[in-house]
């Protein structure tokens, strides 16, 4: 039975992936469990299996075996469509690229997963302000992406994992693309974000990013070889 403390619970989780006619194990076994309000970050080489994780945590993959469920839910079968609505409404992620509509405005790319939901404009606007304000961004909604430095384009990007208020944030090497200061400011914001209750898991290689969080998870050869608090 699922223990409702736990947001994220996966169980033996396997992927293998199929390259030609080669199967390649991409995670071998892996079992996290993740409790409300936590910050973990998710550390390990390349090819470790860390970003194959996240977009299994994140319902853009679906795992070879094992069991998923996130807030209880098994979610590890679900056909495709379902995932993709879990995905839209309980799941937010943070892209290291971004991954910004490059003509349209921060407010428009921060509605976007409202409008997947099918969330009403007029309900839209307050809560996209909200997730703008909260990123320090409102003043800056009517600017597209090429006006904005790359450190305000992460932090759109944060808005808009978190405008749907989801189960769980996801945050793909949110500094990877970052200089010193601009990463220094995107961490205290998920940090902020953190302290206001979110539940965070983070895929990052550096072990200055890793230390800003309370719990680290390591990765070898798609084994986690190590948990720390």
Do not use: W
């Not at 079992?31 to 319902?59: D, F, I, N, W």
């Not at 993709?84 to 290291?96: D, E, K, P, S, T």
């Not at 703008?132 to 932090?155: D, Y």
């Amino acid at each position: 039975m699922a223990d409702p403390a736990y947001v994220l619970e996966l169980t033996d989780i396997t992927k293998v992936h199929h390259v030609g006619e080669q199967e390649v194990p991409a995670l071998r076994g892996v079992s996290l469990t993740v409790r409300q309000g936590e910050l973990v970050a998710v550390t390990g080489a390349s090819g470790s299996g860390k970003t194959t994780l996240l977009s299994v945590l994140g319902c853009l993959d679906r795992p070879t075996t094992g069991s998923y469920r996130l807030e209880g839910q098994e979610v590890a079968a679900l056909p495709e469509a379902a995932r993709a609505r879990l995905r839209g409404r309980r799941i937010g992620v943070v892209f290291q690229a971004y991954n910004l509509l490059p003509q349209s405005t921060a407010f428009e790319n921060v509605e976007l997963p409202l409008v997947y939901a099918g969330t009403s404009a007029r309900l839209r606007r307050p809560l996209v302000l909200e997730a703008l304000a909260q990123v320090g961004l409102a003043a800056r909604a009517g600017h597209r992406p090429a006006q904005l430095s790359g450190g305000e384009q992460q932090r759109v990007g944060i808005a808009r994992a978190l405008v749907v208020r989801p189960a769980v944030l996801l945050a793909d090497e949110p500094t990877g693309n970052l200089d010193t200061r601009s990463a220094a400011d995107v961490l205290d914001i998920i940090e902020q974000v953190h302290r206001g209750g979110a539940t965070i898991v983070m895929i990052t290689h550096s072990d200055e990013v890793a230390a800003r969080a309370g719990r680290n998870v390591r990765m070898s050869d798609g084994h986690i070889i190590s948990d720390t608090s």
